[in-house]
């Protein structure tokens, strides 16, 4: 997927003003996302990615990170400046928008690699 496209979905998804806005969400999303999952998976997803989004997942990272689902929103909403809520609304306009632009498997393996109230996120059905 190219980079205007990519923006112009987590734009209309997530209702922002402009692609730079879209962007700036998209970048801080990924970012968190990183620290999450492994070096290597991370490495992948930013081969299906445009630049320069696909820098967000490439920055020097230790070992993944193990946190749930309110830490990663409140990551997010630390990132963007944004309430958790807020934070909520925006991973979900850009994960939904990865899940299209990442072949599925790569999907898949990430969502097996973070917990099952992580899905909804990603456009999956919501956590019970």
Known sequence: MRLDEFLARVRDRGEYHGDDE???????????IA???GPEEAADLASDLPAPLDDALRLERGRPESFDRAEFLRRVAGQTGARPRTAEWDAGAVLSTLTEAVPG???????TRLPAEYADLFGGPAPY
């Open 105 to 111: 498997e790569r999907v898949d393996r990430l969502l």
């Open 22 to 32: 879209a962007e700036q969400v998209t970048t801080a999303v990924l970012w968190v």
């Open 35 to 37: 620290s999450r999952i």
